[in-house]
């Protein structure tokens, strides 16, 4: 999975930074529209289209048939059971294709997520005494071994303001920290011999493409943050704290959930309007 999201990543990196150049909103919005004709496409090679034109054209005949008969109970009934029977089989031949769709529709949004989703931490006043919760807490979840013996060294510009809290009963650590300067930096996390880092980006002055408040272990959750490789093998099952949500200007929404309607929103709309260009059955 590793080497597939590196793939992703580099081709989005090539295909967004001229549009970027117009506008973070503008870049969502057209590589969402691209997605939604070139998903239909898909789906009209991968979709049974005369079956689901052949399923359409019988709900309106029996629609019809209900309208024509409507005195007639035992007609009607008999048509009633015939359109939900044709609507299961609708169902049926429509969202079967969009499960292979799935895949590329996840990459795709996870890409989106992590690139305008969220904003650099901000940089705190140095030599200002604070209050716990002041700071951005890092969790740690893991193998009850590898939270044991686990160390975190934060690099010069983050600052720990509270002890690491190692709870290995419950194969979790806590520690909180904030940031004295702009950039991007990398936590280390020792555990078994084993060093791992968690990129953290602070200060909004630091152009970064990809934001990504956790870091992850399997192969599934993977494809929902793909900036940094997985956990596999460490003993660790996530590293995470909390990223602000990104401002989407113009856009109505905001943060992970605004990037994900909008995605999904623009999608939609471009590809119903080339649904009669490409003659695409739905």
Do not use: C
Not at 31 to 36: A, C, M, N, Q, R
Not at 77 to 88: M, S, Y
Not at 133 to 161: C, H, N, S
Not at 238 to 267: M, N, Q, R, T
């Amino acid at each position: 999975m590793n080497a597939i999201n590196r793939a992703v990543t580099s081709f989005f990196d090539l295909i967004l930074t001229p549009l970027e150049a117009v506008s973070d909103e503008f870049a969502l919005l057209f590589v969402s529209g691209i997605f939604g004709v070139l998903a239909l496409w898909i789906f009209k090679h991968i979709s049974w289209q005369k079956g689901i034109k052949a399923t359409k054209d019988k709900i309106k005949g029996h629609l019809i048939e209900i309208r024509l008969y409507q005195d007639d109970l035992v007609t009607v009934g008999k048509a009633i059971g015939k359109v939900l029977f044709r609507n299961v089989q609708y169902l049926v031949l429509n969202f079967g294709p969009f499960v292979p769709l799935a895949i590329p529709f996840a990459l795709v949004a996870a890409q989106m997520v992590v690139r305008y989703g969220f904003e650099p931490v901000p940089v705190q006043q140095v030599g200002v005494e604070r209050l716990a919760g002041d700071g951005l807490t890092l969790e740690v979840k893991g193998e009850r071994g590898a939270i044991d013996g686990l160390e975190i060294t934060f690099p010069e510009g983050l600052k720990a303001v509270s002890p690491v809290a190692l709870i290995p009963r419950q194969g979790r650590a806590f520690v909180e920290f904030i940031a004295e300067q702009p950039g991007e930096y990398s936590i280390v996390l020792t555990t078994g011999g084993k060093s791992i880092e968690k990129v953290v980006v602070a200060g909004n002055e630091v152009s970064v493409r990809s934001l990504q408040p956790e870091r992850v272990s399997s192969a599934l959750e993977a494809i929902l943050w793909p900036a940094e490789d997985t956990l596999e093998g460490t003993g660790l099952e996530k590293i995470s704290f909390v990223y602000p949500e990104s401002d989407l200007g113009w856009l109505p929404l905001s943060g992970p959930l605004g990037v994900l309607a909008a995605f999904v929103l623009a999608s939609m709309v471009v590809g119903f309007i080339f649904l009669k260009p490409l003659g695409v059955q739905i």
